[in-house]
Nanobody, 125 residues
Framework: QVHLVESGGGLVQAGGSLRLSCAASGRTLSNAAIGWFRQAPGKEREFVAHISWNGGTTYYADFVNGRFTISRDILNNTAYLQMNSLKPEDTAVYYC??????????????????WGPGTQVTVSS
């Protein structure tokens, strides 16, 4: 069993930055990919970013457009999402997730088995 907890959310002005963290406990994530998703009010949860188990490969949603960077610290069992140039439309609850095994369709929520409770990100205009 893996327990994930996100932190680092908050209120920021448009153009600002936040760094989200995803801390894992219960089992090492050293051999698991990590995904970040977000859910805005009234909208479905959507894919944001994905990093492979060794950090060698990353993927991003089109709307990221170079503003976010996903990374991981394998030794500390933690993943990060650095978000720069934030926009009001980035306002959402951000979740990290991990799969039990290999991920085939990394942008699909159903590929991930473990989820954190989420952290709120609010970007004011």
């Amino acid at each position: 069993q893996v327990h994930l907890v996100e932190s680092g959310g908050g209120l920021v002005q448009a153009g600002g930055s936040l760094r989200l963290s995803c801390a894992a406990s219960g089992r090492t994530l050293s051999n698991a990919a990590i995904g970040w998703f977000r859910q805005a009010p009234g909208k479905e949860r959507e894919f944001v970013a994905h990093i492979s188990w060794n950090g060698g490969t990353t993927y991003y949603a089109d709307f990221v457009n170079g503003r976010f960077t996903i990374s991981r610290d394998i030794l500390n069992n933690t993943a990060y999402l650095q978000m720069n140039s934030l926009k009001p439309e980035d306002t959402a609850v951000y979740y990290c997730a991990a799969p039990r095994g290999p991920v085939r369709f990394l942008r699909l929520r159903s590929e991930y088995d473990y989820w954190g409770p989420g952290t709120q990100v609010t970007v004011s205009s």
